[in-house]
């Protein structure tokens, strides 16, 4: 049985961990998304020194622990907790977003880009107006995918002193000893994020697809 108890008990607890478990994420989707969309448009860049920064950057951060690059910044630049997890969590989830937005580029027919830079645009320009809009909505099944592993990951603040809801539940595991109806209630905590976010996606899935 789940002692919800332990929930009204540590009321406050439960809902800061929630609350900057919450804020992580959304700044950590907002950056991954900037950043992966400057990578993945370096990696088709018609410049080879961007194809270099860009391919370096996805290979080098995918094929490394997310907890390592946590710790590169919580104990080499000094970060705090929440900051350090939170930059983390966009430094290695660019790298995935960026490779399924270049996906989604390389879906666009090569006429497109030809047709705008003829009529004047810049490579920048074209990005921006013509490819990436199209790209993206190809790619929000996999958009929305990284954007809920992302939230699942926000837990590594926990191993930081970040003060998400992994970092509380250890605590108040700590002061119950109840380690069981903790980590539950934990887990309902996330699905509260998770499961609207899997609904907004669907939507957008949807949406998009229908005015494309």
């Known amino acids: 049985m789940i002692n919800f108890s332990i929930l009204i008990n540590y009321w406050d607890m439960f809902l800061e961990g929630f609350q900057n478990t919450l804020i992580a994420s959304m700044i950590a989707l907002l950056g991954s998304f900037v950043l992966g969309t400057i990578i993945a448009v370096f990696r088709i860049a018609p410049f080879r020194?961007?194809?270099?920064?860009?391919?370096?950057?996805?290979?080098?951060?995918?094929?490394?622990?997310?907890?390592?690059?946590?710790?590169?910044?919580?104990?080499?630049?000094?970060?705090g907790?929440?900051?350090?997890?939170?930059?983390?969590?966009?430094i290695y989830t660019a790298a995935?977003?960026?490779?399924?937005?270049?996906?989604?580029?390389l879906s666009i027919p090569k006429g497109q880009t030809e047709a705008a830079r003829s009529s004047g645009l810049t490579y920048i320009q074209?990005?921006?107006?013509?490819?990436?809009p199209q790209a993206i909505k190809v790619v929000i099944p996999p958009l929305?995918?990284?954007?809920?592993?992302?939230?699942?990951?926000?837990s590594i603040l926990g191993v930081v002193a970040g003060l998400d809801?992994?970092?509380y539940a250890d605590l108040v595991s700590l002061h119950t000893y109840v380690v069981f109806s903790v980590y539950i209630i934990v887990a309902l905590f996330y699905l509260a994020i998770t499961i609207p976010l899997s609904f907004l996606?669907?939507?957008?899935?949807?949406?998009?697809?229908?005015?494309?």
């Open 165 to 167: 809801l992994m970092y």
């Open 144 to 154: 929305g995918n990284q954007s809920l592993n992302l939230v699942k990951n926000s």
């Open 81 to 90: 907790g929440f900051t350090a997890g939170t930059l983390g969590l966009i």
């Open 126 to 132: 074209t990005m921006r107006y013509v490819i990436l």
């Open 49 to 79: 020194p961007l194809n270099w920064v860009g391919a370096a950057y996805v290979e080098f951060i995918r094929n490394i622990p997310l907890l390592l690059i946590v710790f590169v910044f919580f104990y080499g630049f000094k970060f």
């Open 201 to 212: 996606v669907e939507y957008l899935e949807r949406r998009l697809t229908t005015s494309y």
């Open 96 to 105: 995935f977003i960026a490779e399924a937005i270049r996906a989604g580029i």
